[in-house]
């Protein structure tokens, strides 16, 4: 699947298909990941392994640069891949099972009919979203509000940032590492997200790094964050309603008191693969 404005495609995967033994084995993800190398999906980063029913059942697995899995970080974008993969019509409710979130999946009208306003179905001023109990965090110096919705994102004030490549690239790395061991997560893991805020009279323009490097737009959970960010009072992220400017176009987004939505985003099926899953027995 092709999500506009993702990083890369995702694999889809029906997990009522699958071995029960296979989710937990990250030795079949990478057997997977390496069946594609014929392909012209080889090096996918991305896995998402869904259950059909009333309510779907997704699982994000977030293929690292230099081999291995992250299993506990989220996907808006591969989340409505597997709802787009479904083909169910109507509104669908998905519940992540990596990240705890419900989202809300409905499909446009008009002539939006081809896009989907995902609704993260949990209050800006939730208990936890802020992690650290704190608005803003100083870290080396620099303000940062750090923020669980969706996944762990670090937004920094761009005004105390290097202005130029490579200083900005490596400073933001640098933070994140900072960032994570103060969520408790090894430095080198997928999580916490970070990007680069600067507001002026005109909105609200956002940069940010994905996994092996910078991210073309904004990660969809990236714009349900930052929209429950500016939500609450005293962080580095302004009020946000409406678009967001980012390097390769804009993100819209708004927020309710009891969710944050991001609308008009688009997915479409590259390639139907069989894929024959490999199976260990023991006597």
């Known amino acids: 699947m092709r999500v506009a404005d993702a990083p890369g495609p995702t ?13 937990g084995l990250g030795g079949e993800l990478a057997w997977l990941r390496r069946a594609l190398d014929g392909t012209p999906h080889a ?16 699982r994000f697995v977030q293929g690292l640069p230099g081999g291995g899995f992250d299993f506990r970080a989220g996907c808006g974008h591969s989340l409505l891949a597997c709802v787009v993969a479904e083909g169910r019509p109507g509104p669908v409710t998905v519940r992540a099972v990596t990240t705890g979130d419900t989202v809300l999946c409905e499909p446009g009208a008009g002539p939006r009919e081809d896009t ?24 080396r110096g620099t303000p940062v509000s750090i923020v669980r919705y969706g996944n762990p994102y670090v937004f920094v004030d761009a005004r105390h940032l290097p202005a130029l490549e490579p200083a900005l690239h490596d400073r933001l790395l640098a933070l994140r590492a900072d960032a994570a061991r103060l969520l408790g997560h090894p430095p080198r893991s997928a999580l916490p997200k970070i990007a680069a805020v600067a507001a002026d009279a005109t909105g609200v323009s956002v940069r940010a790094l994905t996994v092996g490097g910078w991210h073309p737009r904004l990660a969809l959970t ?34 309710a008191p009891d969710r944050v939505r991001v609308h008009h985003k688009r997915a479409e099926v590259l390639e139907t693969l069989d894929v024959p899953w490999r199976i260990h027995a023991t006597a």
């Open 116 to 139: 989907y306003t995902l609704s993260f179905l949990k209050a800006p001023a939730a208990p936890g979203v802020l992690p650290t109990g704190r608005p803003v965090d100083l870290l």
């Open 11 to 23: 694999l889809v995967v029906r997990s009522d298909r699958l071995p029960p033994e296979a989710l």
């Open 222 to 255: 990236g714009a349900a964050a930052l929209a429950a960010a500016g939500a609450l009072d005293g962080t580095v992220v302004p009020p946000v309603d409406g678009e967001v400017r980012t390097p390769g176009g804009t993100v819209t987004v708004s927020t």
């Open 43 to 58: 090096r996918l980063g991305k896995i998402a392994l869904y259950r059909p029913g009333p309510t779907l059942d997704y």
